[in-house]
């Protein structure tokens, strides 16, 4: 996979421009809030059909500006694609593939793949299960197209069980008549999530695992395991056998649910346990040992992309060389070398350790080439 260029109209702090990239590594160096991050969230934007950052789509649009356009074009299988987004304030944006307008978000996922490493993808290990989920979701997403549709659809059956639960606020002993429908339906999802998720973070546990040893010298052992009801234990491998443990939980505490106003099982409340030697990363690692981790599970997430598709995703380092130190770093970049890699930074010694490719000064929502 490779990002060959981007081209931008009113995006951000950028009004017009294209950048083309190399096939090896391009730099974007500059000063603070020149528009760097700007660039490599329009590049993910394609990975993942949103922002990473924005909460609001509108966010994107040039302040002052009424729309917006990006296009990406990039080469995958052999065949060079676009992909375009067309942003309006007060609409949802429109994805394009070709030109060709496409009629859902979940036709551009897969298309172009990308990993992105940030600083605050600390919070993976550090933060709370909601990190862990999307970690896993944003990653899963990119292979498997139908699972972001299958997510979707959870999701919409979540918003519309929580509503019945809220209505029936007050008068627990009176049970929606149409609450099982949309438990039943909720567990079916659910169980085809978290099988999905449970062998996504199986086989990552092994890749992880040899990464991080040869990150780190050592022999300790990460271990990702997906974990949702206590009940389910490991065991994700019978669909059949997890659907019934959701519809169990669905169906055997509404009282309490109807208290609460909203649904407490399923696949919103899941987590992954993420293990160094057996011991909870998050309590017991230190903060280098968890930066590591973080590391590994982002280069393995590009391995994993690579086994399934054949081809690297792009690897985009957001402004994270500098704040390691110089073993974890040059591990990184050795283990992306041969790839794609799209990197900023503020430090301008970063142009010196990487020979090949291109560099790019980046000011004021503008870039020129540097050396
Ligand atoms: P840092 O090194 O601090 O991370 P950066 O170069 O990565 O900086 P960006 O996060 O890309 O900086 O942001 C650059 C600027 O873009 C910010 O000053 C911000 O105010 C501006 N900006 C963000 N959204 C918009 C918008 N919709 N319209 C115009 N400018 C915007
Ligand atoms: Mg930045």
Redesign the pocket.
């Known amino acids: 996979m490779i990002c060959k260029s981007i081209e931008y109209r009113n995006?951000?702090?950028i009004e017009a421009g294209k950048i083309e990239f190399s096939s090896g590594t391009t730099i974007?160096y500059?000063?603070?809030?020149?528009?760097?991050?700007?660039?490599?969230?329009g590049v993910y934007m394609f990975a993942q059909g949103k922002s990473h950052r924005a909460r609001v789509e509108?966010?994107?649009?040039?302040?002052?500006?009424e729309s917006s356009t990006m296009t990406l074009s990039y080469r995958s299988g052999g065949y060079d694609s676009t992909l375009s987004f067309e942003l309006c304030r007060g609409r949802r944006k429109t994805p394009y593939k070709n030109g060709v307008r496409l009629d859902r978000m979940s036709e551009l996922i897969g298309n172009f793949r990308a990993v992105l490493f940030s600083p605050e993808h600390l919070s993976i290990v550090k933060g709370s299960p909601s990190e862990r989920r999307s970690f896993l979701d944003a990653a899963i997403s990119q292979l498997r197209p139908v699972y972001m549709r299958t997510l979707q659809r959870y999701n919409a059956i979540l918003l519309q069980r929580n509503a019945l639960l809220k209505s029936a606020k007050g008068e627990s002993d009176r049970v929606p008549d149409t609450l099982e429908a949309w438990s039943l339906q909720l567990a079916e999802y659910a169980a085809k999530i978290a099988v999905v998720r449970a062998q996504y973070a199986e086989r990552m546990s092994n890749i992880a695992s040899e990464l991080y040893s040869d990150m780190t010298g050592s022999r300790e052992r990460i271990t990702l395991r997906y974990h949702g009801s206590s009940k389910i234990g490991g065991d994700y491998g019978d669909e059949r056998r997890v659907f019934d443990i959701y519809k169990r939980q669905l169906t055997e505490n509404v009282g309490r649910e109807i208290l609460l106003g909203s649904t407490q099982y399923g696949i919103h409340k899941d987590d992954m346990d993420i293990e160094l030697d057996g011991r909870e990363a998050k309590l017991f690692a230190s903060q280098g040992q968890q930066r590591s981790i973080v590391l590994t599970m982002k280069l393995s997430e590009g391995e994993y992309s690579r086994i399934e598709t054949g081809e690297y995703p792009v690897f985009l380092l957001?402004?994270i060389l500098s704040e390691l130190d110089p073993a974890r770093r040059s591990y990184v970049v050795g283990g992306i070398k041969d790839r794609q890699v799209i990197i900023?930074s503020?430090d301008t010694s970063v142009r010196r350790r990487i020979k090949d490719g291109l560099c790019y000064c980046?000011r004021d929502?503008a870039w020129t080439r540097g050396s």
């Open positions: 995006y951000r702090n974007l500059g000063k603070n809030a020149q528009g760097k991050t700007n660039i490599i969230e509108e966010e994107l649009i040039k302040f002052g500006a957001d402004d900023t503020c980046v929502g």
